[in-house]
T-cell receptor
Framework: EDKVVQSPLSLVVHEGDTVTLNCSYE??????LLWYKQEKKAPTFLFML????IEKKSGRLSSILDKKELFSILNITATQTGDSAIYLC?????????FGGGTRLMVKP | NAGVTQTPKFQVLKTGQSMTLQCAQD?????MYWYRQDPGMGLRLIYY???????DKGEVPNGYNVSRLNKREFSLRLESAAPSQTSVYFC????????????FGSGTRLTVV
């Protein structure tokens, strides 16, 4: 059974801080690792990672995958209050996505 | 706007009542999914449909049934609601079972009392 574990469960930082969110996975038929941001409603897609060691970047957010050690990290630099959300990672093993439990990030002014 | 549409957005049921959650997508996606999200649990897959005419169980299918009515629509039915089914339900679709991220509906918040 596929397993995705995220850490920490929750995090409180102040604006301007840099945060690193972790995602480890155990899957039998790995295709890709995805990151989502969830505010009040549905998750919105951030990144999809398929190749090890290649960083994906979008503004202040970046993510990288290590297929040998089976983990991914999501970095957010110069955090803003608008970054407050639940961040979900999921592995795509073919038929479906298996999600981790999420990291709840709160950014204080 | 193109996307995944879920109805209703909110629902309160009494234990033992039945209801159907509706989901429709207009992106010509092949695969559709139903997830539930409980606090601290991430999203857990209930059922999915890889293509029109097929459905398969996910991680937590007990107490639910689904129908892939056509390529656009995928409904989730609770035949006899239980308090343990209180959750937020998300429908999602994807073009194919490949490398692309899901498109999610806006969710249905269901409370069973």
């Amino acid at each position: 059974e596929d397993k995705v574990v995220q850490s920490p469960l929750s995090l409180v930082v102040h604006e301007g801080d840099t945060v690193t969110l972790n995602c480890s996975y155990e899957v039998t038929n790995f295709r890709s690792l995805l990151w989502y941001k969830q505010e009040k409603k549905a998750p919105t897609f951030l990144f999809m990672l398929t190749s090890s060691g290649i960083e994906k970047k979008s503004g202040r957010l970046s993510s990288i995958l290590d297929k040998k050690e089976l983990f991914s990290i999501l970095n957010i630099t110069a955090t803003q209050t608008g970054d407050s959300a639940i961040y979900l990672c999921a592995d795509n093993a073919g038929n479906m996505l298996t999600f981790g439990g999420g990291t709840r990030l709160m950014v204080k002014p | 706007n193109a996307g995944v549409t879920q109805t209703p957005k909110f629902q309160v049921l009494k234990t033992g009542q039945s209801m159907t959650l509706q989901c429709a997508q207009d992106m010509n996606h092949n695969s559709m999914y139903w997830y539930r999200q409980d606090p601290g649990m991430g999203l857990r897959l209930i059922y999915y449909s890889a293509s029109e005419g097929t459905t398969d169980k996910g991680e937590v299918p007990n107490g639910y049934n689904v129908s892939r009515l056509n390529k656009r629509e995928f409904s989730l039915r609770l035949e006899s609601a239980a308090p343990s089914q209180t959750s937020v339900y998300f429908c999602a679709s994807i073009r194919d079972r490949g490398y692309y991220g899901y498109t999610f509906g806006s969710g249905t918040r269901l409370t069973v009392v």
